[in-house]
């Protein structure tokens, strides 16, 4: 599903953020990419979304070079990747349900089809009761768990959380944790980028260990060694 | 297609309501640049009015000498109406007009009238009163045909001469305040262009990440772009409707002093008269200038 060749990342100020990174994430994996802070973790996930572009090799996503795909075709990829993210990237000037809407009407779906799903989704979620919050109305966990409704509403091939526990306290991260592997479970693909050791200990799936922009480990039922 | 426009519109409405403070703001600043272009519109009105007053009060007045017979007179008067068709007006002035307006404007003057009964007889001359459009060369065509040997022995005098200075100068000052209107017209068009430009963009970097939100989670560049879009033709609307408003409310209760100072020119009567072209000079402007702006603005914050 997810293929890095020989990828290679160089800042304009000459740092080298990821060196000759090669893997393979097949459909329906649970990989978890864990390293310090500044490993280059966020990169990874953000190469993935298309949001940079690699200084040398390529990076495929269903078996198209992200590099050469037009902006049109992007927006289409992006539309089957749910993101989650450390600092949620919610619409702030929309309420917890149009946040949640915002996915199904950017993917053209019906106003029954949003009226139905969307208020299904945010019961399961726990935030019936704050549809018409906006999100700055709303705390640390229950802000992170509607990044996470908005990432799945739309059904996607693929979840990628970089560091969705960051803000998290252990209640709220053991939540965010078990949701995504309830997904994982249904056939979903997760990339999971975190610098938790308990949470990948616990998880025991594959591990994909970056230090200093280079893959260092990259074991089937890994734990956190750094 | 239409579900997608709805949505699109129903965003910009809701962010339009969400952000007051960004859309008071960026109406203030439209109305303000709206009313210099509406000023504009009205200082060419205005510049327009003075000018044709100025040369309507500009004539050629040809003396005929006391023995000229009427038919002669009105020979040269039809000369003259060949020569320059677009001539605005050829008045032929009797002996006995030219006394009567004469008595009428002196009738409260007694120390006048007295002089005039000492005389005995009728002093004035008949005259031809030639209005030209204020140009130069019709001037000079009247001119050419007062002189003609045929005509000129007809002719005790013809004021042209002192006044030809004096016409010369006008023309060349009507025509500078035309060339200085366009002039300013540009400068401050653009000035006010590049101030809602700026105040288009600061609204629309408030939503900046935003926008990049709205990428990384697939919307279109239509989908972002397009809000933002309406969001500004919203303000130029409201913008218009407000400037027009004011605009009105203005000429109304200036009109009574400018026609003080320029005697037949009314503000209101020619806000009234130009009311459509003037609502669609602030339509173009307003709503024309909003999108636009929002359009380079967004522009920018797309490449995501």
Not at chain 1, 43 to 49: G, T, W
Not at chain 1, 104 to 130: A, S
Not at chain 1, 155 to 171: F, Q, S
Not at chain 2, 51 to 61: G, N, V, Y
């Amino acid at each position: 599903m997810i293929k890095f060749e020989n990828v290679t990342k160089i800042f304009p100020d000459e740092t080298v953020v990821l060196q000759d990174v090669s893997f393979e994430i097949k459909e329906g994996e649970f990989v978890s990419i864990v390293g310090k802070s500044g490993a280059g973790k966020t990169i990874l996930v953000r190469l993935i979304l298309g949001l940079e572009t690699p200084t040398s090799g390529q990076v495929f996503f269903q078996g198209k070079n992200i590099a050469e795909i037009d902006s049109f075709e992007m927006q289409k990829i992006r539309r089957r990747v749910g993101g989650i993210y450390q600092d949620y990237k919610l619409l702030p000037n929309k309420t917890v349900y149009e946040n949640v809407a915002y996915i199904m009407e950017v993917e053209g779906k019906e106003k029954e089809e949003i009226e139905c799903e969307v208020p299904k989704v945010l019961e399961i979620i726990g935030l019936k009761d704050k549809v018409d919050n906006f999100p700055k109305e709303l705390s640390g966990g229950e802000q992170q768990r509607l990044a996470i409704a908005r990432a799945l509403i739309n059904h996607p091939d693929i979840i990628v959380a970089d560091e969705p526990t960051g803000n998290l306290d252990p209640y709220n991260t053991y939540e965010v944790i078990s949701l995504l592997e309830k997904v994982n479970k249904a056939g979903k693909t997760v990339v999971l980028s975190t610098h938790d050791r308990e949470i990948i200990n616990k998880l025991g799936k594959r591990v994909i260990t970056i230090e200093n922009g280079k893959i260092m480990r990259d074991e089937k039922e890994g734990r956190f060694i750094i | 297609m239409f579900t997608s426009f709805k949505r699109i519109f129903n965003f910009a409405l809701q962010d339009f309501s969400r952000n007051k403070g960004i859309s008071i703001a960026a109406i203030f600043v439209l109305v303000v640049t709206i009313m210099i272009v509406t000023g504009l519109f009205f200082f060419h009105g205005l510049s327009q009015f003075l000018i044709s007053e100025i040369q309507d009060r500009i004539d050629i007045t040809a003396y005929f000498k006391d023995d000229v017979e009427e038919q002669n007179i009105l020979t040269v008067r039809d000369e003259i109406l060949k020569m320059s068709p677009n001539i605005k007006s050829v008045e032929y002035v009797s002996k006995d007009q030219a006394m009567q307006v004469f008595n009428e404007k002196h009738k409260d003057n007694a120390v006048l009238a007295r002089a005039l009964e000492e005389v005995g007889t009728n002093p004035f001359l008949p005259s031809l009163n030639i209005t030209t459009n204020g140009d130069p060369v019709q001037y000079a065509e009247v001119s050419n045909v007062l002189q003609t040997a045929n005509f000129s022995k007809f002719i005790e005098k013809v004021d042209f001469s002192q006044k030809k200075a004096t016409i010369e100068k006008v023309f060349s000052i009507t025509s500078n305040i035309n060339s200085f209107g366009i002039a300013l017209s540009i400068i401050l068009v653009i000035l006010a262009m590049l101030v809602v430009f700026n105040t288009i963009k600061l609204a629309v970097d408030s939503s900046k990440e935003e926008i990049s939100t709205m990428r990384i989670v697939g919307a279109s560049d239509w989908f972002v772009r397009g809000p933002f879009i309406i969001q500004g033709a919203i303000y130029g609307f409201i913008a218009c409707i407000i400037s027009l408003l004011i605009s009105g409310i203005f000429a109304y209760f200036l009109s009574p002093k400018i026609g003080v100072i320029l005697p037949g020119f009314s503000a209101f009567g020619y806000f009234l008269s130009n009311i459509w072209i003037l609502i669609l000079i602030q339509l173009i402007f307003g709503i024309g200038v909003g999108v636009i702006s929002s359009f380079i603005v967004v522009k920018k914050y797309l490449d995501v």
